[in-house]
């Protein structure tokens, strides 16, 4: 598949910016807010273990908080890609290192990929679709997976004015290319998916960061957490999440994003 001078422009910039990012980029201005994703973390996280035990998983993206390591304890096959050679070089060498038999990592692109229709159970990612083309990404990862699989993806969301404001104030920290997700691109997912569910994390939870150094700081966001999972359920707030973890199954490939 061939891409246009503005896709190869953009897919440049993703990967000098992400092997600048792998190789020596700690990101120390933004884990003050990561320091309060533990809950959406852990539930990515699990969910992704649960779909992957004894099947064929694909995770769509390999950079830090990957878990393909932890995949290749369950699943019978893990097959781990990414744009940036640094990614999957550092992921190779971190998987190795816990004698992972089962695990295949590819340098690829994630609106391309160069893998077989329907061959996986399962596809995961965190904080990947967001830097792509989403028409491209969702008819792709529907094409590869089997008629019964699912994908499950952890991404932030663009509509709390906050957190806009943040990401507005410290664009040297991200892509210009990047568009955290909005209820519009939820539509392009159940353009190729027949059931799209989300859950969505981090509201009140935010207020906990200027207390990140305090004794009590986790007592806090666990509370912070209980009050997010009650007032994210309302449709008139939960769009100002910060993150939400989807869920995405029935894939059905119109091949429609493909001509």
């Known amino acids: 598949m061939k891409t246009n001078h503005g896709d190869s422009d953009r897919k440049r910039r993703e990967r000098e910016f992400h092997n600048r990012r792998f ?69 190779l060498r971190q998987t190795a290192s816990q004698g992972a038999k089962n695990a295949a990592y590819c340098v690829m692109d994630a609106e391309w990929l160069g893998l077989a229709d329907a061959s996986f159970d399962a596809v995961c990612g965190r904080a990947i679709l967001h830097h792509l083309n989403l028409e491209r990404s969702f008819a792709e990862i529907s094409r590869v997976l089997r008629g019964g699989g699912v994908a499950v993806f952890y991404e932030p969301l663009g509509h709390n004015p906050a957190i806009r404001l943040y990401r507005a104030l410290t664009p040297e920290m991200r892509t210009p290319d990047e568009h955290p997700l909005r209820r519009r691109d939820f539509a392009v997912a159940r353009k190729y998916f027949g059931r799209v569910e989300m859950r969505f994390f981090g509201l009140f939870s935010l207020c906990a960061v200027p207390f990140r150094r305090a004794p009590f700081f986790e007592s806090l966001v666990r509370a912070l957490d209980r009050v997010d999972r009650i007032v994210l359920r309302l449709p008139g707030l939960r769009w100002w999440a910060w993150t939400s973890v989807m869920v995405l199954s029935n894939p059905h490939p119109t091949g429609s994003s493909m001509a």
């Open 23 to 91: 190789s020596q980029e700690s990101r120390e201005g933004a884990s003050r807010f990561y320091s309060v994703l533990g809950a959406s973390n852990a539930y990515y996280r699990e969910l992704a273990r649960s779909l992957a035990r004894g099947k064929r998983v694909l995770e769509y993206g390999c950079g830090p908080g990957a878990v393909t390591p932890i995949l290749a304890r369950e699943a019978a096959l893990v097959v781990a890609i990414d744009i940036s050679d640094v990614a999957v070089e550092t992921a």
